[in-house]
């Protein structure tokens, strides 16, 4: 039997649920992308737009593509920030508001099924366990000049 690496685990998990996100995303005539950027702009105040990208870890010619298409279906505006003359704040309409709480719904569904079929230490492990390799890769603990690699 092949060795299952972390980076495999990881890789497999994440693309499994994010396919599991874009099929329920369909019912509601919408994508995991979008949805994900719903989640990550204020409902009260907006987001600026600079601001959005590293918070999603998303690269700005992608986000660029994603903020025009919910602009073009009514999802978002764009006003000028009052705090920043050269700076943009994405506010959500209120049919992106509605669409926020689909989002919202369909993250909390996902989390009381998984809650519900793990125990509570092994939920707190994982936890632990992914805080640690953030940790390691944004402390650049993974690759250095001493590390050897293939």
Not at 30 to 37: L, R
Not at 49 to 58: D, H, I, V
Not at 128 to 137: F, H, S, Y
């Amino acid at each position: 039997m092949k060795e299952l690496t972390i980076d495999y685990a990881l890789r497999a998990t994440w693309q499994a649920v994010a396919r599991m996100y874009n099929e329920e995303a369909k019912n509601f005539e919408t994508t995991m992308a979008v949805g994900f950027t719903l989640l990550s702009i204020d409902p009260k105040t907006g987001t600026p737009s600079t601001a959005l990208g590293p918070k999603m870890g998303m690269e700005a010619t992608s986000l660029s593509r994603i903020l025009k298409s919910m602009e073009e279906k009514g999802l978002i505006i764009r006003k000028p920030n009052p705090n920043d003359g050269r700076g943009v704040l994405i506010h959500l309409t209120p049919f992106g508001l509605e669409k926020r709480v689909d989002s919202k719904n369909v993250v909390l569904r996902f989390n009381e099924v998984v809650k519900d079929s793990v125990q509570e230490d092994q939920l707190n492990g994982f936890f632990k366990v992914m805080d640690t390799i953030n940790k390691l890769v944004i402390d650049k603990k993974i690759y250095t000049k001493d590390s050897k690699t293939i």
